[in-house]
């Protein structure tokens, strides 16, 4: 099965920001390498195939898109950064450089696909009874994702104090704790993202519309994309960073403004492909989850008329100039950010 991938590679942070020529050289160097490869072994000799790429650099780093044909997610999302970690290490010139997020990217469809792959790959026993090699890795290699994935998850489930467990709906100890957790690590994850678009955008000088491969500002309300500009990038990043912050604090009474609503959206999205991975509840009850999360969470912000309703019929709170404007609070809140206020 065909997995496509997307790898975050960084440059050291001591360093100056790579100019145009040094650009095209980390592209150069990335994409021959890459073209070399014929193959890709993975554990006790699991064949990965790599069928295409594309590099892209921008100021802090590179982009890189992968597809590849492995027996199961697992193997695809390993051989990546495997081979990517391997490569920044031979080549001096990229001494220093990191892989950061690298994952797979789906639909949700193609994602569905994938994790029955993962748990039964073609021509693997899914009896369990270790008949065929590829049932016998297989399961190896799941069982020390999933326990990595699980212990993950459930450190990080006690962190959000700003919800009552009860906020996922009838679920038990454990398992809220595993939702809680995931919520959180799509919060890290959408923080990183908006990271690597607002470096893409401030690079390019450039609109959503403009750019391809982007992490996460693609997902946002697409009739207002070429409007998405580096600044609204940043904003965006500063409004994701304090939703984190806010979700590990006491209480909570809603998003503070249209723009962290989006925030949590996205940021469930991923935390429901976490759950997923973890295989910690049953596929069905996962999307339940975060339904019955986002109708306590948003507290009367019906943001996805922002999705389906033209602009000129949308009511005033969603107008798109508002999206960082602090809503009306009992407590006079002011503005979480004075950067949200800089529209310029």
């Known amino acids: ?71 199961a997610l697992v193997f695809a999302e390993d051989a990546t950064r495997a081979v990517l970690e391997q490569l920044v290490e031979e080549i001096d010139l990229l001494h220093g450089w990191e892989v950061k997020h690298c994952a797979v990217t789906a639909t949700d469809d193609q ?10 790959p073609d021509g693997a026993d899914a009896t369990g009874d270790g008949t065929g090699w590829a049932a016998d890795v297989d399961i190896a290699v799941s069982e020390a994702e999933l326990a990595q994935r699980r212990q993950r998850l459930l450190r990080s489930g006690p962190h959000l104090r700003a919800f009552d467990p009860d906020v996922f709906g009838e679920l038990d100890d454990e398992q809220a704790r595993y939702a809680a957790g995931a919520l959180l690590h799509g919060v890290e994850l959408l923080v990183d993202e908006v990271f690597g678009d607002v470096q893409l955008l401030d690079d390019e000088d450039a609109t959503v519309d403009e750019v391809d491969a982007l992490w996460a ?33 006491d209480g909570w009474d809603g998003p503070l403004c249209v723009a962290e ?26 999307e339940v989850v975060f339904a019955r999360f986002a109708e306590v969470a948003l507290a009367g912000l019906d ?12 009511p005033d709170d969603l107008a798109f100039d508002r999206w960082f404007q602090p809503r009306a609070r009992p407590d006079g809140t002011p503005p979480p950010h004075p950067y949200l206020a800089d529209q310029d």
């Open 111 to 120: 994602l569905e696909t994938a994790l029955a792959a993962s748990a039964a």
């Open 1 to 71: 099965m065909e997995y496509q991938l997307t790898a975050e590679l960084a440059s050291p942070l001591a360093t100056p920001d790579l100019d145009p020529l040094q650009r095209v050289g980390v592209v150069a160097l990335l994409d021959e390498r890459l073209s070399a490869l014929a193959g890709i072994e993975g554990p006790d000799g699991v064949e990965i195939v790599p069928v295409e790429h594309s590099v892209e650099a921008h100021a802090g780093g590179a982009v890189v898109s992968w597809l590849l044909d492995a027996p």
């Open 217 to 249: 500002l693609d997902e946002l309300p697409p009739e207002y994309a070429d409007r998405y500009t580096a600044l609204f990038a940043k904003q965006f990043l500063v409004t994701t960073t304090i939703l984190g912050h806010r979700l590990t604090r």
């Open 303 to 314: 943001d996805e008329p922002l999705f389906d309703v033209a602009e000129a019929d949308l």
């Open 261 to 286: 609503a989006l925030a949590l959206r996205i940021a469930a999205a991923r935390a429901e492909v976490e759950l997923d991975l973890a295989d910690v509840l049953d596929p069905d009850d996962v």
